[in-house]
């Protein structure tokens, strides 16, 4: 069945440091692969996705990904982090069907001065 | 273009009670999907539906739940006989018929707390 991971909990980054969140999966075939934002008490937002082609993918407020299928991971990078970025950040892939998300368990993000 | 609305955003029960948590998919969107939140975890699907059909409730509590999303009118998530496990935010989101990309977008969520 379809997985993500997600290993680490909570992250805590120092403003204007640069970020990387970590995103492993489990798939059959060429995955799908997404991260979404959580603000506190908030829905999720869509970052960034990836389907095919470039393996280097761009988002939004300044956020990318790369695909790396030879280590199974599409991990999230922000260059120099702001601390309106401190959220809780999902990856996630849909199953088989495409009928349903499979979301990580989560990392929380903490932006220390 | 308004996006994913919910409502209420927040409910509270006490526990025997109803909960009735409405989801209104983007304009032009077919498809819903129902996903719940527990508190320190990710969301964990429940039903995809699309109008007047459900496709895939596989993540539904067998007893007490139940999801319809009707041909007129928002998609309704129904918890009979609320108890305190059922305290939780369930969010909502959709998808387009032709979405050949899979996106969903997601609504602000519905707070459920029962006491």
């Known amino acids: 069945a379809q997985s993500v991971t997600q290993p680490d909990i909570h992250i805590t980054v120092s403003e204007g440091a640069s970020l990387e969140l970590r995103c492993n999966y489990s798939?059959?075939?060429?995955?799908?692969l997404f991260w979404y934002v959580q603000s506190p008490g908030q829905g999720l937002q869509l970052l960034l996705k990836?389907?095919?082609?470039?393996?280097l993918v761009q988002g939004i407020k300044g956020f990318e990904a790369e695909f790396k299928r030879s280590q199974s991971s599409f991990n999230l990078r922000k260059p120099s982090v702001h601390w309106s970025d401190a959220a809780e950040y999902f990856c996630?892939?849909?199953?088989?069907?495409?009928?349903?998300?499979?979301f990580g368990t989560g990392t929380r993000l903490l932006v220390s001065p | 273009n308004a996006g994913v609305m919910q409502n209420p955003r927040h409910l509270v029960r006490r526990r025997g009670q109803e909960a009735r948590l409405r989801c209104s998919p983007m304009?032009?969107?077919?498809?819903v999907y129902w996903y719940r939140q527990l508190p320190e975890e990710g969301l964990k699907f429940m039903v995809y539906?699309?109008?007047?059909?459900?496709?895939?409730e596989s993540g539904m509590p067998k007893e007490r739940f139940s999801a319809e999303f009707p041909k007129e009118g928002p998609s309704i998530l129904r918890i009979q006989q609320v108890v305190r496990g059922d305290s939780a935010a369930y969010f909502c989101?959709?998808?387009?018929?032709?979405?050949?990309?899979?996106?969903?977008?997601f609504g602000p969520g519905t707070r459920l707390t029962v006491t």
């Open positions: 989101a959709s998808s387009p018929q032709t979405s050949g990309s899979f996106e969903q977008y």
């Open positions: 798939y059959g075939a060429t995955p799908y």
């Open positions: 990836y389907f095919s082609g470039d393996t």
């Open positions: 996630a892939v849909p199953n088989t069907g495409f009928q349903k998300l499979v």
């Open positions: 304009k032009g969107h077919s498809h």
């Open positions: 539906l699309q109008k007047e059909n459900i496709i895939d």
